[in-house]
């Protein structure tokens, strides 16, 4: 274990202490929890406001009159409040609701690119997508002739941004970016891609899951269209999410799911649609949800991300030499501007019998494609191991995961 401070300024372990999963044993182990880009641990006042929500306020939002809809409702509308803050929307009503990215990304699929498609349009992706940012644009252009293009990565990682913007041609219609990926932790120049997107005349959407976890972010300043993120990486309650996008676009899209909530009028010679964002809004959304995710804006927001970026860049750049001291170790994604993400191998081991054995040792860490098979043919691999972090991680914990490995390399080598 390492004896060095962890922190002048930043205390972890008074952090760790909000959360209280951290603290649990495996196999016997204590937990060390490096999954933390699949989901995060979720503060206890994000638990307590989903627990609340369902012992004393609970009630359908919207449709009641009553104290105890009024509460829901005021706390399912404080989540589109706190993530209009958290991401500097111009105005609450642009952020959408959703159930996470994936839904986020889908609405903007069918209800802006679809109507807009014809055969011979294209969507200009990349390499590094989750496959939500890839497989709903296969659908939307198998239904309308066009043709999804990736954009190609460095060895490092790194997106060939002016290969990028060559391949922003007049039959492109819409560019779809991740602002951090997954896999490889690159952060990518969302700013500069948005301005080359906007003199051209092509919208632009960012997938934010990796990125809103770890930095600040000002959709204003970025300058893009559409911005997707998800609830349970940023500490909050799975199943709960968000779509920002441009006014404009907002008020032009049809709705997606059609139901309550999302109506003016409903007659069987037409029905009036709410405005967004609520006509994107259909059915009984996850309250509680959103209850907690309220809390877990709350929480960064006190924590602040110049700490807690600093922390987290401290111990990226820690596991990173640490792991590379381990003979056979190769790691995927060296940018310039990363998030705290590594994947890797071990050379001679199978990454899933490599995850197995340090899920014995208390480790949890990813191994698989993680929803990025265009990557991994990219690299040739089939699966990496992925170690990602959170500021709630400490020095000590990347000490027993570097150890565990040593220890299983041994009986798998
Ligand atoms: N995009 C990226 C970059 C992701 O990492 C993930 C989740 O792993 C998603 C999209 C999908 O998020 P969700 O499953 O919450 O919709």
Known sequence: MNAQPQSPVFDVERIRADFPLLSRTVHGKPLVYLDNANTSQKPAVVIDAVDRHYREHNANVA???H??????????????????????????????LTSGTTQSINLVAYSYALPRLKEGDSILTTVMEHHANIVPWQLVAARSGAKVKAAPIDERGELIVEKFFDMLTPEVKLACVTHVSNVLGTVNPVREIARECRKRGIALLVDGSQAVPHRPVDVKALGCDFYALTGHKMLGPTGTGALWARREHLQSMPPFFGGGEMIREVRFDGTVFADAPHK?????????????????????????????????????????????EIPGVRIFGQAKDKEPVISFLL????????????????IAVRSGHHCAHPLMQFFGVPATLRASLAFYNTRAEIDAFVAAILKVRKLLL
């Open 63 to 65: 449709r009641a009159v």
């Open 67 to 96: 104290l105890l809809g009024e509460e829901a409702t005021a706390a399912y509308e404080s989540a589109r409040d706190g993530l209009a803050r958290f991401i500097h929307a111009e105005s609450r009503d642009d952020i959408v």
């Open 280 to 324: 994107f809004e259909a059915g009984t959304p996850n309250i509680a949800g959103f209850a907690g995710l309220a809390q877990a804006i709350g929480y960064y927001e006190e924590l602040g991300f110049e700490a807690t970026h600093a922390w987290e860049q401290t111990l990226l750049t820690y596991a990173t030499e640490r792991l590379s």
């Open 347 to 362: 050379e001679g081991a199978q990454a899933t019998d490599l995850a197995t054995l340090l899920d014995l040792e208390g």
